[in-house]
T-cell receptor, first 114, second 111 residues
Framework: EPEVTQTPSHQVTQMGQEVILRCVPI?????FYWYRQILGQKVEFLVS????????KSEIFDDQFSVERPDGSNFTLKIRSTKLEDSAMYFC????????????FGQGTRLTVV | QQQVKQSPQSLIVQKGGISIINCAYE??????FPWYQQFPGKGPALLIAIRPDVSEKKEGRFTISFNKSAKQFSLHIMDSQPGDSATYFC??????????FGSGTRLSIRP
């Protein structure tokens, strides 16, 4: 069964460092998303991406965040200068089409900022 | 108006019992209502989903009941098993826009 894959599974970084979280969405999917989940809390939307551009972003997704689809298969989330409060699970998701299509989530990257 | 409110926050059910989790929404433009199951350290996995033109959807032991006029929907897990112990999130979206998650219900099934 096709799945969304994310790497790395766990990333530890020092405050102020840049991190790149990587995702390979399901191959024929067109819509891509990043979410985060602080331990024990709800899943929060960060950004959606379609047709090589951001279609929507949340208040969390400030200038420190960026997304890219560099080669038609990978979908990356970059945090330029990490803060302690960026520590969370980050999930990538993808869906095939719009209206009512299922969104599939990856297993997540646990980001720990020390 | 973009919120999805979920209750209860936690739920303990005896093995073989029925687990019921409720959600409510305000935005009538939502056209997709999925439920996700999440185990510790894992990503949310799609469990079952419904569109607003249907009042009920059943897949195995899992049933979504959808009340469009009340703007409420619920997940029923029949014959609950210890393996069902997980956190469950209801959610909603419009078209391909962001999926808005409820706050989650931690379900524990007692043997």
């Amino acid at each position: 069964e096709p799945e969304v894959t994310q790497t790395p599974s766990h990333q530890v970084t020092q405050m102020g460092q840049e991190v790149i979280l990587r995702c390979v969405p399901i191959s024929n999917h067109l819509y891509f998303y990043w979410y985060r989940q602080i331990l024990g809390q709800k899943v929060e939307f960060l950004v959606s991406f379609y047709n090589n551009e951001i279609s929507e972003k949340s208040e969390i997704f400030d200038d420190q965040f960026s997304v890219e689809r560099p080669d038609g298969s990978n979908f990356t989330l970059k945090i330029r200068s990490t803060k302690l409060e960026d520590s969370a699970m980050y999930f990538c998701a993808s869906r095939f089409r719009d209206r009512g299509a299922e969104a599939f989530f990856g297993q997540g990257t646990r980001l720990t900022v020390v | 108006q973009q919120q999805v409110k979920q209750s209860p926050q936690s739920l303990i059910v005896q093995k073989g019992g029925i687990s019921i989790i409720n959600c409510a929404y305000e935005n009538t433009a939502f056209d997709y209502f999925p439920w996700y199951q999440q185990f510790p350290g894992k990503g949310p996995a799609l469990l079952i989903a419904i569109r607003p033109d249907v009042s009920e959807k059943k897949e195995g032991r899992f049933t979504i009941s959808f009340n469009k006029s009340a703007k409420q929907f619920s997940l029923h897990i029949m014959d609950s098993q210890p393996g069902d112990s997980a956190t469950y999130f209801c959610a909603a979206s419009i078209g391909a826009s962001k999926i808005i998650f409820g706050s989650g219900t931690r379900l524990s099934i007692r043997p």
